[in-house]
């Protein structure tokens, strides 16, 4: 099956930009909101690691969700900026199905990270005297780990299907990175049960956390509203607002993109909307945790005083 003509010549990558003086605007914009997810993601990795204040569940899982959004725009965007600036536009068949694998165990893990943050967000603020015992090491450990397998476990099955099937007509595919969806419209064999699994898979990695998060901010909402305090329900409120900020970027976009039904896509419609959430959100989640978190920032201060102490010395 691997030996048609693609899987020698490998695919053309249309791209979302031309050389037009908008695009290459554009263009730049991008590669400096990739740089910021870069950098954003790195120093909340390493801030997360070097505090003690921030060893907690909470952030033990936004150590992990950073990681995955850096795979992920490391994922994409350099093979995309090499592309753009040498005008050659392709990508090899195996180098194809490698960006396959990468983006749909990153998308899958994300998802289900996001979701069972949720449920930490719900024991924190209902169950604060058995936080530590119900959010143990071994229980978070567990939580990321089941996140990292079951999407990887996704992306290795989306990856050896889609590879698995033949492509012996047209190799320009029309999106800036190798996406599953716009892979299968150049196979020249029936995709139907391929479109079932993945829609399948889909349901099960995107619905399945999403109502995890629906189930445990309606515990949250009801266990706010029967706080005495205004104090204790502005806490409360604070501390989930940035995790629902990012719920709802990750989710608005994968739902757009893969639950919609097929006569109501375009290409175009899909290139900006993936590009929403492998470039820009990956780069605002660091931010969204850092400047509205008040332990993030401290360390951050703290870890910038310790440099210039060092730099005077």
Known sequence: MWSNQSSIDGFILLGIFSHSQTDLVLFSAVIMVFMVALCGNVLLI???????????????????????DLMLVCNIVPKMAVNFLSGRKSISFVGCGIQIGFFVSLVGSEGLLLGLMAYDRYVAISHPLHYPVLMSQRVCLQIAGSSWAFGILDGMIQMVAAMSLPYCGSRTLDHFFCEVTALLKLACADTSLFDTLLFACCVFMLLLPFSIIVASYARILGAVLHMRSAQARKKALATCSSH????????GAAMFIYLRPRRYRTPNHDKVVSMFYTVLTPMLNPLIYSLRNREVMGALRKGLDRCRIISQQ
């Open 46 to 68: 390493l801030l997360i690691y070097v505090d003690p204040r921030l060893h907690t569940p909470m952030y033990f899982f936004l150590s992990q969700l950073s990681l995955m």
């Open 244 to 251: 629902l900020t990012a719920v709802s970027l990750f989710y």
